[in-house]
């Protein structure tokens, strides 16, 4: 798999995480909605959403390190 597969098949996000980020990438689902089904606000579920993002880019960076 891809590297960002690896780093989200890992759980380096736990379940929020991972259900903002699919969803926001996979099914380009708006932040509000996200929000209203998680009970977040719009700002909450971007929060999450840069978070994983953050957590995944980290990961990414460590994995391609070890590959050199």
């Keep these: ?3 960002l597969g ?3 098949d890992n759980h380096r996000l736990n ?3 991972r259900y903002v980020f699919l969803s926001h ?3 380009k689902c708006p932040f ?3 929000g209203v089904r ?5 700002k909450g579920a971007a929060a999450v959403y840069y978070r ?3 957590k995944l880019r980290k990961s ?5 390190k070890h590959d050199i």
């Design 25 to 27: 990438v996979l099914d």
């Design 6 to 8: 690896i780093a989200i």
């Design 38 to 42: 998680l009970g977040l606000t719009y």
């Design 1 to 3: 798999g891809t590297h």
């Design 60 to 64: 990414i960076e460590g994995v391609e």
């Design 52 to 54: 994983a993002v953050q």
């Design 32 to 34: 509000d909605l996200i």
């Design 15 to 17: 379940e929020r995480e």
